[in-house]
């Protein structure tokens, strides 16, 4: 079951040539359903905010949002509540330089690029992988012939900060037993 990434930008025609034959699945936030589902930022409800005491979120990038540290701004909890997948992120232009993510919305610590994405974005992610979209995942692993998702992004490498991390990637290892390590 070979799994593929590709930018969503990419033309169908493009696709098609670089991979015949394969089933395309657009995971994102402009998918259709039921593989909307599948991007971090539909609103599941109830995915635990790590290092909060029990405190839930929409989403998995309402809480990547959340817990964004700036110079001028520190966490908003208000992102937790967001279910639209609109006005969830939080830009350097209003907001400041990133200092990090706070290590929970109380925690004193404030976690590095690459800790923030290993503490917080994976947990979170594989919790939705687990227990919001185990129907899909397994669709997945059914699957005869190759299957190219497509993302905004394509790195999967969880140490290259240089791009954003693609959840697209993260659904190809977690569905090949190939996780990242905490």
């Not at 259709?32 to 930022?41: E, G, N």
């Not at 907001?95 to 590095?112: F, K, W, Y």
């Amino acid at each position: 079951m070979p799994i593929h990434i590709a930018s969503r930008r990419r033309s169908a025609a493009s696709l098609a040539s670089a991979f015949p034959g394969a089933r395309i699945i657009d995971v994102t936030s402009k998918a259709q359903q039921p593989w909307v589902r599948m991007s971090p930022f539909y609103p599941h409800g109830d995915i635990p905010v790590p290092f909060s005491g029990g405190a839930v979120s929409q989403s998995v990038e309402g809480i990547w949002q959340a817990l964004k540290v700036f110079e001028h701004h520190d966490v908003d909890p208000g992102k937790l509540r967001i279910t639209s997948m609109h006005g969830l992120k939080r830009t350097v232009r209003t907001n400041g330089p990133v200092l990090g993510h706070r290590e929970g919305l109380t925690g004193a610590r404030l976690l590095p690029y690459e800790e923030a994405r290993r503490q917080i974005f994976l947990p979170a992610y594989r919790w939705v992988l687990e227990h919001r979209v185990a129907d899909l995942v397994a669709e997945l692993r059914a699957a005869d012939g190759d299957v190219v998702l497509l993302d905004y992004t394509v790195n999967g490498d969880v140490t290259d900060t240089t791009s954003a991390l693609s959840h697209a990637a993260l659904i190809a290892l977690y569905a090949q037993d190939r996780w990242p390590t905490a």
